[in-house]
C-alpha cells in the first residue's frame, strides 16, 4: 500500500526537473499524476514511461483556462488531493540592466502561476473532502541573491502567499505548505561550479529526488498537524557561510 493510493496528485512543471522527480516519487507512492507543462514532447514522454497512472496535460500556468482543463481532466481521474505548484523559471542579470518584459515573465509564471494553480485547484481539493498544496518556492525565497532579482522577489511571493493560503483554506481541509530547494543539479543549474555548494554545511549539490522525499512528506498524511510552514531543502545554504576553523 501507498501513501496515495487512489489520490490524484496535479503537479505543475513536471514534465522534467524536480518536476518529474515529484511524478516519479507519487506514482510509486500509488497516486495517479497529472503531469501538467508546455514541454508537451518531454511530458508525453514521461506520462508514457510512468506508465497508467500518469497522464500528461498541456498547462500554461499563467492561463487560468488551462488550470480549468487540468482541473476536468484530474477529476475524471479520481478524488483530487494533491497540488504541486511546481513550474517556475529563472532570469540571470544585474537588476539595474533587467528587462521588464523579463522581469513580468518570471514573475507570471512563479508568482502568479503558483497563485492561479491555488485559486483553481482548491475547488477540486475541497470537493474531495481536503487535501495538500505543496508549493516550491526556492532557498531565494528565504534570503537575497543578487542577479536573479525577479526570481527572488517571485519565490518569497511564493512564501508568503502559502501562509495566506494556509489561513484562508484550513478551514476547508486544505493544507498549504512550501518547500525551498537550494542548489539542485537540474537544467536551471547547469554550468555551475561546484563553488557554488563550498561555503554549505553539506558542501554538494542536492539531488532531485531529495527535494521529493520533502513534497510527499507534506503531502502525506504524515504532516496532517502542519500547514503553512516553509521546509528548507538546502544543504544548510540559508544558515550562512561555515566560519572558518582558525
Request: charged fraction near 15%; avoid cysteine; aromatic fraction near 4%.
Amino acid at each position: 500500500m501507498g501513501r496515495f493510493d487512489g489520490q490524484v496528485a496535479i503537479i505543475s512543471g513536471a514534465a522534467r526537473g524536480m518536476g518529474a522527480a515529484h511524478a516519479r516519487a507519487l506514482v510509486e507512492e500509488g497516486a495517479l499524476v497529472v503531469i501538467g507543462d508546455v514541454l508537451d514532447a518531454e511530458g508525453q514522454q514521461l506520462a508514457a514511461e510512468l506508465g497508467v497512472a500518469a497522464t500528461y496535460v498541456h498547462l500554461d500556468v499563467t492561463s487560468r483556462s488551462d488550470w480549468n482543463a487540468v482541473v476536468d481532466h484530474a477529476e475524471a481521474r479520481g478524488p483530487v488531493r494533491v497540488l504541486v505548484n511546481n513550474a517556475g523559471v529563472v532570469s540571470y542579470g544585474p537588476l539595474v540592466e533587467a528587462d521588464e518584459t523579463e522581469y513580468r515573465r518570471v514573475v507570471d509564471i512563479n508568482q502568479t502561476g503558483t497563485w492561479l494553480g491555488i485559486a483553481v485547484v482548491a475547488s477540486a481539493l475541497a470537493r474531495s473532502g481536503g487535501g495538500a498544496i505543496v508549493n516550491i518556492s526556492s532557498s531565494a525565497g528565504l534570503q537575497g541573491y543578487a542577479h536573479i532579482s525577479s526570481y527572488v522577489a517571485s519565490k518569497w511571493a511564493v512564501r508568503g502567499m502559502t501562509k495566506a493560503a494556509a489561513l484562508e483554506l484550513g478551514p476547508l481541509g486544505i493544507r498549504v505548505n512550501s518547500v525551498h530547494p537550494g542548489p539542485i543539479r537540474t537544467s536551471m543549474t547547469d554550468g555551475l561550479g561546484d563553488d557554488v555548494t563550498a561555503t554549505q554545511p553539506i558542501a554538494r549539490l542536492g539531488e532531485p529526488s531529495e527535494v521529493s522525499k520533502a513534497v510527499l512528506f507534506l503531502a502525506s498524511t504524515e504532516a496532517s498537524y502542519i500547514t503553512g510552514a516553509e521546509l528548507a531543502v538546502d544543504g544548510g545554504a540559508t544558515l550562512g557561510p561555515l566560519a572558518p576553523l582558525s
